[in-house]
């Protein structure tokens, strides 16, 4: 590890770690069946339910999904039409590419953002669908039925977590449904390369995601996860039919810190070129979030400032290869 390291966030000094396949071995992440969280179901079935997301969200920031609803069929379609658009000739992809991080749709291959280090990215924003699919790509020509498919589905599958995660906090399941149910989805389609050599090689470096949950797919494993009270990545094993779940700065901000943040990298995948498919769901543009007035009292003071993506899109310019999170930068200084 070179000397520079040490002065790093741990989670950034932590790159050289030994690849994913022999990681040691930690408890495993949690995988949490989705089946009776129905509104229509059992209350005290559904109670369990809320009580393991709850649990999963504070002591690890991430867990898998399973029975959640969307078929086996729509994610495959969804991965089939991220490889088809990433295997198109340079040119066409480029079409899509712009300096503009706001460009509602957004294709990347180098690593201008400082993270990217071995990541081409197609990104595009996906709710209200019907105000977004019209400007997502054209080719391949089954991209936008068979990602917009997915993403609607994954856009219910964030509403019900959201109302589980609310009121496992005691905010109640209807807190912020309607601001959530018009906020912002951004899909961010990530392609990364076959890397076979010796070692760890990572992808996409260390971050946490804006918003309140992150739903991944991927393709094969690459993911892996370090929550805030652990010194090792994790990785995040591919479970056929399921989802990854993980907590994002929105979250930490809205629970006034009870729940934290995932910090999470992608590393290559020695056998295969892999595809993940992130969605990332939180409140509109301009909607600040902040600390929940139910979670903020005297043992509680109030931990973080409000903010909105427009504020998380603002700092992300300023802060490329500085390595800085930007949920550090809204945290309330109480020695201030
Ligand atoms: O590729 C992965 O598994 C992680 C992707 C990710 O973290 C992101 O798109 O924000
Ligand atoms: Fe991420």
Redesign the pocket.
């Known amino acids: 590890m070179p000397a520079c390291c040490s002065l790093l966030p741990r989670y950034m000094a932590a790159t050289t770690q030994p690849h994913h396949q022999r990681l040691p071995p930690r408890a495993a992440l949690p995988v949490i069946n989705l089946g009776r969280l129905g509104k229509d179901d059992d209350p005290a079935s559904r109670a369990l339910v809320v009580q393991d997301i709850a649990r999963a969200c504070r002591d690890r920031g991430c867990f898998q999904v399973i029975n959640h609803g969307v078929s086996k069929s729509v994610m495959k379609g969804a991965l089939e039409a991220a490889s088809a658009f990433f295997e198109l000739p340079v040119e066409h992809k480029e079409e899509l590419a712009s300096d503009d991080i706001r460009q509602p749709v957004r294709y990347e291959r180098s690593s201008r953002d400082g993270i990217s280090l071995a ?1 081409s ?1 197609l990104k595009h924003y996906a709710n209200p669908l019907e105000d977004w699919i019209q400007c997502w790509p054209a080719n391949p020509p089954t991209y936008r039925k068979k990602m917009g498919e997915y993403a609607a589905e994954i856009h219910r599958v964030s509403m019900h977590l959201m109302e589980a995660i609310l009121q496992g906090l005691g905010l109640g399941p209807s807190y912020l449904e309607q601001k959530l149910d018009k906020g912002v989805q951004f899909v ?1 389609v ?1 392609n ?1 390369p076959q890397f076979s050599h010796q070692g760890d090689k990572v ?2 470096a260390a ?1 946490s ?1 804006y918003g309140f949950l ?1 739903i ?1 797919l ?1 393709s094969s494993p ?2 892996q996860v370090m929550h805030h009270d652990d010194d090792a990545w994790t990785a ?1 094993p591919v479970i056929p039919g399921a989802l990854h779940v993980h907590v994002g700065d929105q979250l930490e901000v809205l629970s006034n810190g009870r729940i934290k943040s995932l910090v ?3 590393v290559l995948n020695p056998h295969e070129a ?1 595809i ?1 498919i ?1 969605s ?1 769901h939180g409140l509109a543009m301009d909607e600040k979030v902040h600390c929940a007035e139910e979670l903020v009292d005297k043992q509680h003071p109030r931990m973080y400032r409000g903010s909105s993506f427009q504020d998380f899109l603002d700092f992300l310019p300023l802060n490329i290869n500085k390595y800085k999170r930007f949920i550090d930068s809204i945290k309330i200084d109480d020695k201030a």
């Open positions: 990541r990215f961010a990530n990364y992808g996409l971050h995601d992150t991944l991927q690459g993911l995040v999470h990298r992608a892999r993940s992130a990332i």
